[in-house]
């Protein structure tokens, strides 16, 4: 093999015209015409002077030509960084001047936004738009439609993704090509895809959940795609009973479960649901069995190691719990101060070792020291128990982060922005309860004696370099934070006080 990544969920497939993707207006791509699609690609980003090893950030909407790039940048040996869509230019700017990537391919509309940020890096900018269109697909045309596949190692790396911290500084994790490749075998083992298999994918493609566990899996076993640019519950409605899997995250059930039109029946012919990203809810997993006969599977994962543990394909799925280590994946509870390992049963860090775990960050050997110890094993920073079936319940978390639909957002980050703000003093940022996102965020604000805050102001000020889904859904002023005797912020006071700001009565 001169490519273990490209051979195994691409080249494998070369020549087919077996059904790939399906797009919810009834086109048919096959495995074929997307290789064929891709390699064009690559040609492309040979000649404007991308080398292996080199990055390529992508900030494009779901479609897929977005995919083919993906499978482009494997097959030339080029680094893939896919943004978050909602991404501002400002967040932009910061991962392709830390990646140094050499192109930024985005969406037209954004063009005359992020050219500052190419002229500023010295990346080439392009653009694909979501119907595919765009300087990039013109220049690509007239491409021949087979490319030499860059030879390359399991240890090479295939993906760049930007993980915030606890800093507020983004991270770039490393993924190497066996990182992701181990990663698919062991899930497509354990819940035994097939080329018989139809996937609903509704998951954006430029986070891991839907990009190396979704996609990847459903490449390396050869099964078809339904294809959607994004979440729509009136299209899974009237896809489902043609699909045999679907993942997502909780939002996704949750937002079914409150449609009388998902029935028993409608799910009849599905064989699997899978979720993860955010903690489901024990009570969330019952009314869907209830509904539907199905028991959600649900497994545990993270941007830096891949998917770490699943509940089982056969067996007891467990509510609450995200079952057990995937093949090849060790787990072990520790002890937060002295990383010593900790009595079955007892609640510690989770850290977890395996093929699936990243190289470190990129660029940053401080921040991957403290993470990633010595020995292989990655501090997840999520707090768990193994229960005495071995299966693991993840408790809480020892890091300061906000889950919301599924997105990662770390208050550091926002507090930077507020604290910057005219008159403000000092600010807490938290996650409530939220019925829809399952979490949601809550900015908490001291002003600066004598100020009154105008919060509409800091709201709009703030969110010109702040994604969405980010932006506080409240502001709230206080006379002073809650601290305990160190000084520490109180951040539990402050979630208990505002728990029931967004759940209906
Ligand atoms: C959209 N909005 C959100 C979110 N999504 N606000 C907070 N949290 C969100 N997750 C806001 C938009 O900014 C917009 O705001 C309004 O909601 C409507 O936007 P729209 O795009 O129509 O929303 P939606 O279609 O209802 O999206 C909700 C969603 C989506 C379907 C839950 O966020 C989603 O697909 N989430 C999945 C994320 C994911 O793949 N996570 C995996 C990463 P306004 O109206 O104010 O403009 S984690 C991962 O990969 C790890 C490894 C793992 O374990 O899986
Ligand atoms: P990310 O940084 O986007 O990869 O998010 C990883 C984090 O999502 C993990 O560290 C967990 O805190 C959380 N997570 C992922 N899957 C689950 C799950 N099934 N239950 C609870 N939390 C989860």
């Given at each position: 093999m001169t490519n273990p990544l490209y051979d195994t969920l691409f080249g494998q497939h070369q020549g087919k015209t077996t059904a790939f993707l399906e797009l919810a207006d009834g086109t048919i791509i096959s495995h074929n015409d997307y290789l064929e699609l891709a390699a064009q690609y690559a040609h492309l980003f040979t000649q404007l002077g991308v080398k292996p090893g080199d990055r390529v950030a992508v900030q494009i909407g779901k479609s897929p030509q977005a995919l083919a790039v993906y499978a482009a940048c494997v097959q030339a040996g080029i680094v893939f960084l896919p943004l978050n869509t909602a991404y501002t230019p400002d967040e932009v700017s910061y991962f392709v001047e830390n990646s140094g990537a050499r192109v930024l391919l985005c969406d037209g509309k954004r063009s005359e936004a992020l050219e500052p940020v190419a002229e500023a890096t010295g990346a080439i900018l392009e653009t694909m738009n979501n119907d595919g269109s765009g300087t990039f697909a013109m220049q690509a045309e007239a491409m021949p439609s087979a490319f030499a596949t860059v030879d390359r190692s399991e240890d090479d790396l295939a993906a760049f993704l930007y993980t915030s911290g606890t800093t507020g500084r983004s991270k770039g994790a490393m993924l190497t090509q066996g990182n992701l490749l181990s990663n698919c075998k062991a899930l497509a083992g354990e819940w035994e895809f097939t080329s018989e298999d139809v996937l609903l994918h509704a998951l954006p493609i430029f986070h891991t959940h839907g990009l190396f566990v979704a996609t990847n899996i459903s490449l390396l076993a050869g099964g078809k795609i339904f294809f959607m640019p994004k979440f729509d519950l009136d299209v899974i409605i009237e896809r489902m009973p043609t699909a045999t899997t679907m993942m997502g995250v909780p939002t996704f059930y949750t937002r079914l479960l409150e449609d009388a039109r998902f029935t028993k029946d409608l799910a009849n012919d599905m064989r699997l649901f899978v979720s993860g990203s955010a903690p489901l809810l024990a009570e969330t997993h019952v009314q869907f069995e209830e509904r539907t006969g199905h028991r959600i599977l649900e497994r545990y994962g993270m941007t830096?190691?891949?998917?770490n543990t699943s509940n089982p394909y056969k067996g007891e799925r467990r509510a609450g719990t995200v079952g057990f280590p995937l093949p090849g994946v060790e787990i072990k509870i520790t002890d937060s101060n002295t990383g010593a390992t900790l009595p079955q049963g007892e609640i510690g860090e989770i850290e977890v070792r395996g093929p699936n775990v990243f190289k470190g960050y990129w660029q940053m050997p401080e921040k991957t020291a403290e993470e990633l110890r010595r020995d292989g094993y990655f501090i997840t920073g999520d707090l768990g128990q193994i229960d005495e079936d071995g299966y693991l319940h993840i408790v809480g978390r020892n890091k300061d982060l906000i889950i919301s639909g599924g997105y990662n957002i770390y208050p550091k980050e926002i507090e930077l922005l507020l604290d910057d703000e005219d008159g403000v003093l000092e600010s807490a940022v938290v996650g409530v309860p939220h019925p829809d996102f399952g979490e949601t965020v809550v900015g908490v604000l001291v002003a600066q004696a004598g100020v009154e805050l105008d919060l509409d102001a800091i709201k709009s000020n703030i969110g010109t370099s702040l994604a969405r889904f980010k932006h506080p859904q409240k502001l709230v002023v206080l006379p002073e934070l809650p601290r305990n005797t160190m000084g520490k912020v109180q951040k539990k006071t402050l979630r208990e006080e505002y728990k029931d700001l967004f759940v209906p009565a």
């Open positions: 830096e190691t891949n998917m």
